[in-house]
């Protein structure tokens, strides 16, 4: 499976709409690529809290219709990182609004959603303005190549949004659910990259999957950005990383690879539950 990681820059004066469109070319751009996959809240700006409300849309608005259309041009699942999302039901808590992680198909279809479960902010920013997600999700993606000895030629991808890494309970719940790789956009600080790059290899070997983890880059409302995109594989290895800067890591993954790795060194089968 060809993996393309878009690790987007952006800075406060790129009006929504450009961005929209330049994310789009960008995406159609992977040729050859079977994923792509974007960093969370890149059209409404990961930490620009003032701006969430305006920049709200459901997953039928532009962002989606642009990614949509981009991923029936190439051909490829698309992640399409994470929009603040307004649904016409009000939620939990009254507030309406989600961070909300979308995945296209290579037909362009909607093939799955994922609210953001864990909040970031310590009572500021999403606690204050959002809904936290209930559901934790994992979607089957079908193997571009042949499948493997049992048959099957589908993958299992867990959804997981930034702050939710801190939280590798989320991450077993998507392994008992079969989950082989691990989705993760983001728009983690600079300031904290270290442990960034730290908890993406714990999930990944705690786990034996692979991480495919898709940072933000430059600064935006006046944070900056840790860039340090990674995949990782089933045993830890990190297979590409990104700089500070915009990059597209693109690079080839055996999934058959996980199963290897559970088979050879099969500590999930020790947990005592
Ligand atoms: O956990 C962190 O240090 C960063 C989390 C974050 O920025 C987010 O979830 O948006």
Redesign the pocket.
Known sequence: MRVAVIQLAYTDSEPMAERIHRVASLVESQEGADLVVLP?LWSAG?FDYPAWPDKAQDVEGPVAQALSEAAANLGAYVHAGSIIEKSGEPGAEGRGLWNTSMVFDPDGELVGTYRKIHR?GFGNG?PKLLEAGEDVVVLDFDEPSSGDESGSNSVKVGLA???D??FPELFRKQVDEGAEIFVIP????AA?IA?WRTLLQARAIENQVFVIACNTAGTHAKTEMGGNSAVISPSGEVLAEAGRGERVLTLDIDVDEVRAARESFPVLSDRRL
């Open positions: 969370e990961g970031f999403e949004t930034c702050y890494l801190r983001a728009a983690w600080p904290r442990a």
